[in-house]
């Protein structure tokens, strides 16, 4: 048997420091592999202005009160023609969101069914800055959510951001500038005008569903007119202007539909490939709008259902664009409010309160709905109306922005969300 020999005091020490070095080394490795992981992490946020219907995003068709709420507009239950594509027993997806339904079967797009922001005052216009100024109170921020959590992030980082609509949405505005593309050149030269005058008619039976309809059409214009490809805002980066040889304009409204699609996917595209350039953004958001449907919404057709297949277009494009980062970015889709449980009498639905936010990545833990479902029961509709708001949109928000982009809790709490410190972070997302 080998004696052992006694440890003297100098050899423990020597033992100890170099114990210490490498441990000192192996944490440096990992906070270098963290940081590596951390300079790899995309986040796209899609803001649908015009408060999108949740319950036709994602059907509870599985809800025993469903159907009669919805009337005409119902999606129908799964296996029916047009039905909704199941997600679980109760919850599927519009029939327009194939990209969307085939990412939840491999685990990677969640819904949220019944959220919503602090506000409740159903105003296009002040719902949408509570969304991007992540405030409970309106006009209470100059900057929005996302350019502070970019902030928290810390100079080290260096994170680029990038707008895609006609015009920087407050979401991205503050202290770090972020670069802007307009798809197709458009800008409008207010784009809250259209919100404003929702907010403004938005009781009157019928200048109402009448403005509801020019807007609607305006959409489809615009649509149409950028079906030739994506255009550059003269600060952002370049992509193609003109299309392909030998296109001409469409002269059917399935025409115009399949161009716009076409145009989507065009614009995702384009955005993943922004993002996987060398010293791309990190950070995107995109505006969308026409989800304003007061008169003729439509089920798995119409008015609606186009806006969704163009943002399910967008989506593919993003998703099959990014390729092999895919699995390093979240994406959030999130509206200022939903619309009523009920369908009214133009065969719409009106300002309500609980909508649906979509999460989706190739990063996604698997999971069920995020939050709760209050169901559609009339003892549980928010003020006999509107699908319940079950679950704080900034909860949401905070749990991407911990665990997809790192940002830590003490900054989520004050700086990136005011005053938000008792809403608790939705975790086991990413």
């Known amino acids: 048997m080998t004696a052992q020999l006694p440890l003297d005091r100098r050899s423990a020490l020597r033992a100890a420091a170099g114990l210490g070095l490498s441990l000192t080394f192996l944490g440096r490795q990992a906070f270098a592999a963290s940081d590596e992981a951390l300079s790899r992490r995309k986040l796209v946020v899609f803001v649908c202005r015009g408060a999108m219907d949740g319950l036709s995003v994602s059907p509870p068709v599985g809800d025993p009160d469903y159907a009669a709420l919805r009337g005409e507009i119902a999606i129908a239950s799964f296996g029916q023609p047009n039905g909704a594509l199941p997600l679980d027993d109760t919850f599927g997806l519009h029939p327009k969101l194939a990209t969307v339904h085939a990412l939840a079967l491999k685990g990677q797009a969640r819904i949220a069914p019944a959220v919503a922001t602090p506000d409740r005052a159903r105003s296009h216009f002040e719902a949408q800055d509570v969304l991007e100024s992540g405030t409970a109170a309106v006009y209470a921020e100059s900057s929005g959510w996302l350019n502070r959590a970019m902030q928290a992030m810390g100079p080290a980082r260096k994170v680029q951001a990038l707008s895609v609509g006609g015009q920087a949405p407050l979401i991205l505005r503050g202290a770090i500038q972020a670069a802007s593309w307009s798809p197709g050149g458009y800008k409008d030269r207010d784009a809250r005008l259209p919100a404003i005058l929702a907010d403004l008619y938005a009781d009157d039976p019928l200048l109402g569903p009448a403005l509801a309809s020019g807007l609607q059409t305006e959409a489809m214009a615009k649509i149409a007119t950028a079906a030739g490809g994506p255009a550059m805002a003269a600060n952002g980066p370049q992509a193609p202007t003109t299309p392909p040889s030998g296109a001409s304009p469409p002269q059917t409204p399935a025409g115009y539909q399949r161009a716009g699609q076409a145009a989507a996917r065009d614009l995702g595209v384009t955005l993943a490939h922004f993002m996987t350039e060398p010293g791309g953004p990190q950070i995107a958001a995109v505006s969308l709008d026409g989800f304003d449907t007061h008169a003729n919404q439509g089920g798995a057709d119409g008015q609606l259902a186009n806006r969704l297949a163009y943002m399910d277009a967008a989506i593919d494009g993003l998703s099959s664009g990014l390729g092999a980062e895919w699995r390093n970015t979240v994406v959030l889709v999130a509206t200022e409010?939903?619309?009523?449980?009920?369908?009214?009498?133009?065969?719409?639905?009106?300002?309500?309160?609980?909508?649906?936010?979509?999460?989706?990545?190739?990063?996604?833990?698997?999971?069920?709905?995020?939050?709760?479902?209050?169901?559609?029961?009339?003892?549980?509709?928010?003020?006999?109306r509107d699908t319940y708001p079950a679950l704080d949109m900034r909860a949401l928000f905070k749990g991407v922005l911990a665990e997809q982009m790192g940002v830590e809790r003490r900054a989520l709490d004050t700086t990136v969300f005011p005053g938000a410190a008792t809403v608790e972070p939705v975790r086991g997302i990413v």
């Open 337 to 384: 409010f939903g619309r009523t449980a009920r369908i009214n009498g133009t065969k719409g639905t009106d300002h309500g309160t609980g909508s649906t936010a979509l999460v989706l990545g190739g990063g996604l833990k698997r999971g069920g709905i995020i939050g709760d479902w209050p169901t559609l029961q009339q003892a549980r509709l928010f003020e006999n």
